[in-house]
């Protein structure tokens, strides 16, 4: 058995096996294996490659795109999320602009252990993939498997732009495959998690798998819910999504993050703009409560979607 | 930490220097002329978005220009126009970007002084100032990876940036990694408006050399014989490996911000001071005194800036301006991941 997290460090072995043009740098990540242990061993698998940096995020990502400049394929690790704001200015303004305004590539993948865990508080459990995905040139990926988790990270390692790689500390240690996959969907494609018919759940990353229980309580009363993972949230696989709702004639945006201008708005609003005529009933999003992310397991529990509280919503889509 | 002031020129370095000085004039003459002509087509509405000019800081930039070698990185900041000259950037690259010529390296989609080409050493700075710091690291760091040795990365940056927290994690960070990089700081006593005393309250900028473990340098940025040989200094250091080198040039900026801005906040009696000497014309004066040049010669090296600038301008004039229905409005490298404006 292979857990999302040991999935995410054999990505990085191999793409450093393969690419002498791949190092990491992040904080923490050289002998002691990072904070979460996603470069367990690597630094002395692969010697002077996988390196300490020092608490300096914006210094951290403006070297990697001044390495990617000249040729190299940096994975950064960012010790949480959250941190990323801290180097914020070098992923948005300079990475991401970089091929546009010179036509030299950016290849750098940054990963941010994304979303809450109960206990970790305010500033260690913030979901920004929607913030990153707003600007122009990053490509922000939400991997919800190990499978995905693995191939997906090599994907960003190859692909030519600034990746923001959105991995989910929830899923880290408890989600589980039994080996790593030897073939790969490519990114912009979202995946039919569960198929159905009366509903159809677009979501992504930890959500999926909240989603996919609600499916499975709702499948006891006679419901078909169809789950759609969109495995990358930029680019956004709408064709698919509009297909299953083609089907169900019902639509449930989820995810962890805030509500604002996100992800889930962004769906609901393709779908209407998109696809009104294929909508049985107005559609619906569920995501956190708007503050910040509290610190208390009873707090917190309540504060982002769960199966529970996603069955609650589709039981009022489905009796609309 | 080596604290480097100028020293005069030994008698053995003079043949070298008066060479190495009239070269670097004609950078810092071109530099104004070519300045001095954009502001005349912003004035004319030549030129969209704004003008920026390095007037009293060309003796610094030339410096810093010339000390580098092909190969070597330089991140120029707002007022480095000789410098990019004396680094090999072509006068078309200038007017281009200025003018919004689609044949130019940005090719209409950054303008002014927001130009380069990286694969070429020539990094393309963006406006948040410290930002081109980490990104000269990392290519430090990178051709360390690939086992490149013998090159340095210069940028520039002037007293305001040293208050962002990219001048102190860039600074640091290549400090640990001891790249070869030089960090050249014009102090002009202004950020924008803000005065010095606003800006930062260490006595004199150098002493933060101490605190990051880095060799610092002070040099008289009017004075184009000192900031030649503190600038070959501290790129000779970091190239034999001595490790990150920090130049705090002490100058006024001789006009405004930009060409929008009058500059009314510069005290006055500062400009009365020898910071507010003009270093092209102090340039001028040593070249006659010294009898490196004539004044015929200098008249002669003035009339062929202008024939080049004047050149460069009139094939600029004659260039296509960008085409939005041929721009493919497309962020990315990996073009088939591009969402484009379908959903929008």
């Given at each position: 058995?292979i857990?999302?997290?040991?999935?995410?460090?054999?990505?990085?072995?191999?793409?450093?096996?393969?690419?002498?043009r791949?190092?990491?740098?992040?904080q923490?990540?050289?002998?002691?294996?990072?904070?979460?242990?996603?470069?367990?061993?690597?630094?002395?698998?692969?010697?002077?490659?996988?390196?300490?940096?020092?608490?300096?995020?914006?210094?951290?990502?403006?070297?990697?795109?001044?390495?990617?400049?000249?040729?190299?394929?940096?994975?950064?690790?960012?010790?949480?999320?959250?941190?990323?704001?801290?180097?914020?200015?070098?992923?948005?303004?300079?990475?991401?602009?970089?091929?546009?305004?010179?036509q030299?590539p950016?290849?750098?993948?940054?990963?941010?252990?994304?979303?809450?865990?109960?206990?970790?508080?305010?500033f260690?459990?913030?979901?920004?993939?929607?913030l990153?995905?707003?600007?122009?040139?990053?490509?922000?990926?939400t991997?919800?498997?190990?499978?995905?988790?693995?191939s997906?990270l090599?994907?960003?390692?190859?692909?030519?732009?600034?990746?923001?790689?959105?991995?989910h500390?929830?899923?880290?240690?408890?989600?589980?495959?039994?080996?790593?996959?030897t073939?790969?969907?490519?990114?912009g494609?979202?995946?039919?998690?569960?198929?159905?018919?009366?509903?159809?759940?677009v979501?992504?990353?930890?959500?999926?798998?909240?989603?996919?229980?609600?499916?499975?309580?709702?499948?006891?009363?006679?419901?078909?819910?169809?789950?759609?993972?969109?495995?990358?949230?930029?680019?956004?696989?709408?064709?698919t999504?509009?297909?299953?709702?083609?089907?169900?004639?019902?639509?449930?945006?989820?995810?962890?993050?805030?509500?604002?201008?996100?992800?889930?708005?962004?769906?609901?609003?393709?779908?209407?703009?998109?696809?009104?005529?294929l909508?049985?009933?107005?559609?619906?999003r569920?995501?956190?409560?708007?503050?910040?992310?509290?610190?208390?397991?009873?707090?917190?529990?309540?504060?982002?979607?769960?199966?529970?509280?996603?069955?609650?919503?589709?039981?009022?889509?489905?009796?609309? | 930490?080596?604290?480097?002031?100028?020293?005069?020129?030994?008698?053995?370095?003079?043949s070298?220097?008066?060479?190495?000085?009239?070269?670097?004039?004609?950078?810092?003459?071109?530099?104004?002329?070519?300045?001095?002509?954009?502001?005349?087509?912003?004035?004319?509405?030549?030129?969209?978005?704004?003008?920026?000019?390095g007037?009293?800081?060309?003796?610094?930039?030339?410096?810093?220009?010339?000390?580098?070698?092909?190969?070597?990185?330089?991140?120029?900041?707002?007022?480095?126009?000789?410098?990019?000259l004396?680094?090999?950037?072509?006068?078309?690259?200038c007017?281009?970007?200025?003018?919004?010529?689609?044949?130019?390296?940005?090719?209409?989609?950054?303008?002014?002084?927001?130009r380069?080409?990286?694969?070429?050493?020539q990094?393309?700075?963006?406006?948040?100032?410290?930002?081109?710091?980490?990104?000269?690291?990392?290519?430090?760091?990178?051709?360390?990876?690939?086992g490149?040795?013998?090159?340095?990365?210069?940028?520039?940056?002037?007293?305001?940036?040293t208050?962002?927290?990219?001048?102190?994690?860039?600074?640091?960070?290549a400090?640990?990694?001891?790249?070869?990089?030089?960090?050249?700081v014009?102090?002009?006593?202004?950020?924008?408006?803000?005065?010095?005393?606003?800006?930062?309250?260490?006595?004199d900028?150098?002493?933060?050399?101490?605190?990051?473990?880095?060799?610092?340098?002070?040099?008289?940025?009017?004075?184009?014989?000192?900031?030649?040989?503190?600038?070959?200094?501290?790129?000779?250091?970091?190239?034999?490996?001595?490790?990150?080198?920090?130049?705090?040039?002490?100058?006024?900026?001789?006009?405004?911000?930009?060409?929008?801005?009058?500059?009314?906040?510069?005290?006055?009696?500062?400009?009365?001071?020898?910071?507010?000497?003009?270093?092209?014309?102090l340039?001028?004066?040593?070249?006659?005194?010294?009898?490196?040049?004539?004044?015929?010669?200098?008249?002669?090296?003035?009339?062929?800036?202008?024939?080049?600038?004047?050149?460069?301008?009139t094939?600029?004039?004659?260039?296509?301006?960008?085409?939005?229905?041929?721009?493919?409005w497309c962020?990315?490298?990996?073009?088939h991941?591009?969402?484009?404006?379908?959903?929008?």
């Amino acid at each position: 058995m292979i857990t999302y997290l040991e999935a995410i460090r054999e990505a990085q072995a191999k793409a450093l096996a393969d690419d002498p043009r791949v190092y990491i740098y992040g904080q923490d990540v050289g002998q002691f294996g990072g904070a979460f242990k996603a470069t367990k061993n690597l630094a002395k698998e692969f010697p002077g490659r996988v390196m300490d940096a020092p608490l300096s995020e914006d210094a951290i990502i403006g070297s990697a795109i001044g390495a990617a400049i000249e040729g190299m394929r940096p994975i950064i690790e960012m010790q949480f999320a959250d941190f990323s704001t801290i180097g914020f200015n070098q992923i948005v303004n300079q990475a991401a602009t970089l091929h546009w305004r010179t036509q030299i590539p950016c290849p750098i993948t940054i990963r941010l252990p994304s979303g809450g865990t109960a206990g970790a508080g305010p500033f260690h459990s913030q979901s920004m993939e929607a913030l990153y995905a707003h600007y122009p040139g990053l490509i922000v990926m939400t991997p919800a498997t190990v499978e995905d988790a693995y191939s997906m990270l090599l994907e960003a390692v190859a692909i030519d732009d600034p990746v923001i790689f959105c991995e989910h500390k929830y899923l880290y240690y408890h989600l589980k495959a039994e080996a790593l996959p030897t073939e790969a969907t490519p990114t912009g494609k979202a995946r039919l998690a569960r198929m159905g018919r009366d509903a159809t759940i677009v979501t992504y990353s930890a959500m999926v798998h909240e989603s996919l229980a609600c499916a499975e309580e709702l499948a006891t009363e006679g419901w078909e819910i169809e789950v759609i993972d969109l495995r990358s949230i930029k680019p956004l696989d709408t064709d698919t999504v509009l297909a299953s709702v083609a089907r169900t004639g019902r639509l449930l945006a989820v995810g962890e993050a805030w509500p604002w201008g996100g992800v889930t708005a962004e769906i609901l609003a393709r779908v209407a703009t998109e696809g009104f005529g294929l909508l049985d009933v107005p559609p619906m999003r569920l995501n956190a409560k708007d503050t910040p992310v509290p610190y208390h397991p009873n707090l917190w529990g309540t504060h982002r979607p769960t199966a529970k509280t996603i069955a609650a919503a589709l039981r009022q889509l489905l009796a609309a | 930490m080596v604290q480097a002031t100028a020293a005069p020129a030994a008698s053995a370095e003079t043949s070298n220097l008066e060479s190495r000085f009239l070269a670097a004039y004609r950078w810092m003459l071109l530099a104004r002329v070519v300045e001095e002509k954009l502001a005349s087509l912003y004035r004319g509405g030549k030129i969209t978005g704004g003008v920026f000019l390095g007037k009293g800081q060309e003796a610094l930039s030339a410096a810093t220009g010339m000390a580098l070698r092909k190969g070597d990185i330089f991140a120029p900041l707002i007022r480095d126009q000789a410098g990019r000259l004396a680094f090999g950037e072509s006068l078309l690259d200038c007017t281009r970007t200025y003018m919004g010529s689609r044949l130019g390296p940005m090719r209409g989609r950054d303008g002014n002084v927001h130009r380069g080409r990286p694969r070429e050493g020539q990094l393309a700075m963006i406006s948040h100032l410290g930002a081109m710091l980490p990104v000269v690291a990392g290519s430090l760091l990178a051709r360390r990876f690939k086992g490149q040795h013998g090159t340095v990365g210069a940028t520039s940056l002037g007293d305001g940036a040293t208050s962002t927290g990219a001048f102190h994690e860039g600074l640091n960070l290549a400090a640990v990694e001891k790249l070869p990089l030089v960090l050249v700081v014009a102090n002009n006593q202004y950020a924008y408006s803000t005065p010095t005393s606003r800006q930062f309250a260490c006595e004199d900028l150098v002493d933060k050399a101490i605190g990051y473990g880095v060799a610092g340098h002070s040099v008289d940025g009017t004075d184009l014989a000192a900031c030649l040989q503190v600038l070959d200094r501290a790129v000779s250091a970091a190239r034999a490996g001595g490790g990150p080198q920090l130049v705090i040039a002490s100058l006024l900026r001789l006009v405004g911000h930009g060409e929008h801005d009058d500059a009314s906040y510069v005290d006055p009696k500062l400009r009365e001071t020898p910071l507010g000497a003009d270093c092209l014309k102090l340039a001028e004066a040593r070249l006659l005194a010294e009898g490196w040049a004539s004044a015929e010669a200098l008249r002669k090296i003035h009339e062929g800036a202008e024939r080049q600038v004047e050149d460069a301008v009139t094939a600029t004039l004659r260039e296509p301006f960008p085409d939005p229905n041929a721009e493919d409005w497309c962020a990315l490298a990996t073009r088939h991941l591009s969402e484009g404006s379908s959903h929008g």
